[in-house]
């Protein structure tokens, strides 16, 4: 089985920027961060539509601008630049490495699926590299999730049916995404509180945290 994880949110925790943004926003710090997550999302999707392909890292850093801007902290455009690159550094979930590890001991393929530059991607891996077999970008399908053009391109770099490709994510635009190309999919829902998108493909999976991943995939594979 090919087991695609999104990064962001899913591998990496994107509310780990709190402790880069706390010097310059103090105690909204995580206001901040949320608000960036979310407009960082905004504009990928609103430029996908128009069918346009920024890099991401300014998607990236048009994100913390507006976020800043709309909390009415004001600070230098060198600064803001610096705390874009934030993105570079997410720490990973705890879960990552070991549910990676226990997958690949399973003799299941991983890769890292998403919408990151491939430097990105590989410099956030390091906690985990060896378990991965690869890397696939948006920067080289040329279009954002959740396109099917991207969910496609994963398909034809590794050569895999989409009923052999797992896709595992914390974000349900992804997961749908992937279902609408036919690929299964597992939605990580990491806060209890979390709600699925009232529309789109249902996941045919959903689970607490990634390392639920390898008994769900051996139970399936036994039956």
């Given at each position: 089985m090919l087991v695609a994880f999104d990064m962001f949110g899913t591998l990496a925790d994107t509310a780990s920027v709190v402790g880069e943004l706390a010097q310059a926003c103090g105690d909204r710090a995580g206001e901040v961060a949320h608000a960036w997550r979310d407009r960082q999302?905004?504009?990928?999707?609103?430029?996908?539509?128009?069918?346009?392909?920024?890099?991401?890292?300014?998607?990236?850093?048009?994100?913390?601008?507006?976020?800043?801007?709309?909390?009415?902290?004001?600070i230098p455009a060198a600064e803001v630049a610096t705390l874009a690159g934030a993105y570079e550094r997410l720490q990973p979930f705890a879960d990552a490495r070991p549910a990676l590890a226990s997958l690949k001991n399973h003799d299941h393929r991983n890769v890292v699926f998403s919408v990151g530059p491939r430097s990105w991607l590989e410099q956030l891996a390091g906690n985990y590299s060896e378990f991965v077999d690869g890397f696939v970008s948006a920067e080289d399908a040329g279009v954002y999730k959740p396109h099917p053009g991207i969910y496609r391109h994963l398909l034809e770099t590794t050569g895999t049916d989409p009923s052999s490709a797992l896709l595992v994510s914390s974000n349900p635009f992804d997961i749908a995404g992937a279902g609408v190309v036919g690929l299964r999919t597992a939605w990580c829902r990491r806060r209890p509180d979390a709600l699925f998108d009232p529309f789109g493909p249902r996941p045919d999976y959903v689970i607490g945290s990634l390392t639920e991943l390898s008994d769900i995939l051996r139970t399936q594979s036994s039956k």
């Open positions: 999302l905004e504009y990928m999707f609103r430029v996908t539509v128009m069918g346009q392909f920024p890099p991401f890292a300014d998607l990236t850093r048009w994100g913390l601008q507006r976020a800043l801007a709309d909390a009415g902290i004001v």
